[in-house]
């Protein structure tokens, strides 16, 4: 893996039954560092489920927490711990075998915190709209193609709250049948097809690096 490309290697070999010697060759696959290709090409833990399109066939969705604003460095263990003064970067992406007319809509998502004796729920988005009145709030890719993102600063979400996650629910729009990108400026988005059927996804928990550092001071005082 660099910054640009994800490449995986192996080697083939070939035994000759004639000689009883093994020849072997090096092969190589690979891919630009996009979000569809880091979700669907990595080996790290991610969210997936299925969608339907036109009620009968089944198309695959996965979620993934990103480190960036390219959407291209997962977190290696979804579990583990971040900083929270970062922003949180949340990627859905379908596979390609989706037909061209289809895209993929938000139609909610939920940010859940939890500490060892309560959990707070904040509605990010909700009706295919940001609800959340936070300015760090950006949701950057809604009905427009097969991927959604959205980005929030977690800093004022976390507190001492030990851990969040992210659950969000999704759909697939037929383009042919009407409109599928929400109008959020309007009071109904008028989405064609919200009735299909609803995935849901995932992702977390991830556990807060300021929580880590308060506890091990903790300790220290000891």
Known sequence: ???SYLTYTNVVYLSSI?????????ISCTYPRSMKNVLWFST?????SNLTLGGSSSYAARMGIFQD???????EDPGGW????VPLYVGISVKNETPSTAVL???SCLLTTTSDTYTARYNVISGYCPVLNDSTLHVEENGVSLQGRFSLNMTKFVRNYSKYSIDCQTILCNTTLGTCSPNCSQT???IVGSGMGIANLTSGALYS?????????????K
């Not at 004639?18 to 090096?26: A, K």
């Open 69 to 75: 604003s390219n959407y291209t460095i997962l977190y």
């Open 209 to 221: 690096d300021d929580i880590k550092k308060r506890q091990e001071e903790e300790e220290e005082c």
């Open 188 to 190: 109904n988005p008028a």
């Open 18 to 26: 004639v000689t009883s010697l093994t020849y072997s060759t090096n």
């Open 105 to 107: 809509l938000m139609k």
């Open 82 to 85: 971040r900083n929270t003064n």
């Open 44 to 48: 790290m833990r991610v969210s997936e």
């Open 1 to 3: 893996v660099n910054s």
